[in-house]
Each structure stands twice: as C-alpha cells, then as structure tokens.
C-alpha cells in the first residue's frame, strides 16, 4: 500500500468523489443532504459525512412533515426521517440498489424493497399485504435480488420476482387449470401446506402501466429492523443480548411494522 491509499486497488472515496444523489455502484446509493429531509428505512444507511440527524416517525417537531407525506402507521416504527446537511449511503445486505424518479405517478412496491424516498411523494398503505404505495413526483430507492426489468401489461408474473407496479391496477390471482384440479393442488387445498410455483400461480396485471420484476425467484429475505443485533462483540448484542431488546419481550403499540409488513403475498 502506497502512502496516499491502496496502490492499484479500489477508488478511495471523500465526500468531494462522492456522487450527488446516484448510484456509487451497483449496491450502493449516495443521497446528499443540503438542509433536505429523506424518509429512510431503519438499517439501510452504511456511513455518512457531515452533519445528519435521525429522527423517528411521530416526533413533535416533524409532524407536519408526517402529515403531508407518512400515512402508514403499520410501517411507522421502521422508518425514521434523516435531516442535516452531507452524504449518506445506503446498501441493503450487498442487493442491487436503483433509483427511480416518478412523475406525478403512483407506484406500489413490496415493503421490504423500499429503503428511502423524498418527501415530496407521500407513502402510503396498500390495499394489497406486504405493499406500500408512492403517490406524486420525486425520486425513491429499491433493492432488488438482481437487476430490475420493467414489463407492460397483460402480463402473469411469478409472486416471488414481483417488486412493484406503477399506474396501473393491483394484480389479481391466477392459478394454473392443472394446478386447480391435480392431485398435487387437491392436497395442498385440503392440508394448506406446500406452496405453488410461478408455473401453478401467478399475478395477473391487466390495463396500462409497468409491472417492475426483480430477475430473481427469491425473494429478499426480510430481517427486524430497529433491534440491536445479537452478534458478538456488538454493544448490546453478544449470545446472551446483552442489554438489547430480547425477542420474547412485549412490543409497545405503534411497534407492529415489523410484523405487519411481513404478510407478504
């Protein structure tokens, strides 16, 4: 190693090398913060420079701001607003990060797949489990399980590579004939275990829009967010959880985002 960083090896980033509001790489965002407001999911910012405030959902001082662009209280106790001025990364468990700019539109994505968003659009519950809805223009990020690929309508995509759909209807259920009326699918309807494949069920979309697809059949493996994690050597962590949260202790009302959210389709 040379003495001004790593001779011939990666980019050594400051906040001056740093992208504005881009991708650093393919698994990392850079949001830059100029007296602005982000809402940010718990657990998704890696580092940041210069000075930036986390604030949780429900604080007085940022009511306003909830009023105009929160209206999910099941996900409130995952998110928290980040205020300041400087940079901020964001990276979710090294999947593929991408921003995405609405205008004036309306987008549903799978919860966990959100991780920040400008307040200038207002999130909120949809109708469908394990989905929040994006009204109005601004830019947001996702994670997916691979690149994204945008599909239009009519469309049957397998549940498991779905991360959204924007200006278009919510999807319904299509099950395969032979899924409905073999062997397989008459025991599965009597006992309710097992699952179907893409290939047996689908959702269906129909009318104008995009349908966004993850290019993956696993889903991103959903994880507590806000909770102190029992590694070792991580103050309150450690195989005893140290002075953490325990999982058996009772959770306090306005804390049921992390178990709503997982009701997923």
């Known amino acids: 190693m040379s003495s001004h960083g790593f001779s011939g090896g990666p980019a050594v980033h400051d906040p001056a090398t740093l992208p504005s509001d881009d991708n650093v790489n393919a698994y990392t965002f850079c949001v830059e913060l100029d007296g602005s407001q982000w809402f940010l999911q718990k657990g998704k910012m890696i580092s940041y420079y210069g000075s930036i405030e986390f604030d949780g959902i429900g604080h007085g001082r940022l009511d306003r701001l909830i009023r105009t662009s929160f209206h999910s209280p099941l996900h409130a106790s995952d998110w928290v607003v980040a205020r300041g001025s400087g940079k901020m990364l964001l990276a979710d468990r090294a999947f593929d990060v991408n921003s995405f700019d609405l205008e004036d539109g309306n987008l549903t994505i799978r919860s966990g797949n959100l991780l920040a968003f400008q307040p200038s659009l207002a999130l909120k519950q949809s109708i469908v489990p394990g ?35 924007a200006d278009c209807p919510s999807p319904c259920h299509h099950y395969d004939h032979g899924y409905m009326t073999g062997v397989l699918g008459g025991l599965r309807a009597l006992t309710g275990l097992g699952g179907a494949s893409g290939e047996e069920h689908q959702f269906e979309f129909v009318g104008a829009g995009t349908v966004l697809l993850q290019s993956s059949e696993t889903l991103m493996a959903e994880q507590p967010m806000g909770a102190v994690p029992p590694d070792a050597g991580v103050p309150g962590g450690g195989a005893h959880g140290g002075q953490g949260q325990q999982s058996g202790a009772p959770r306090l009302p306005g804390q049921l985002g992390d178990l709503q959210r997982r009701f997923g389709l």
């Open 131 to 165: 989905f929040l809805t994006l009204i109005g223009t601004g830019k947001f990020v996702a994670a997916s399980n691979g690149p994204v690929v945008f599909m239009e309508p009519p469309i049957r995509v397998d549940p498991q590579a779905l991360v959204g759909w």
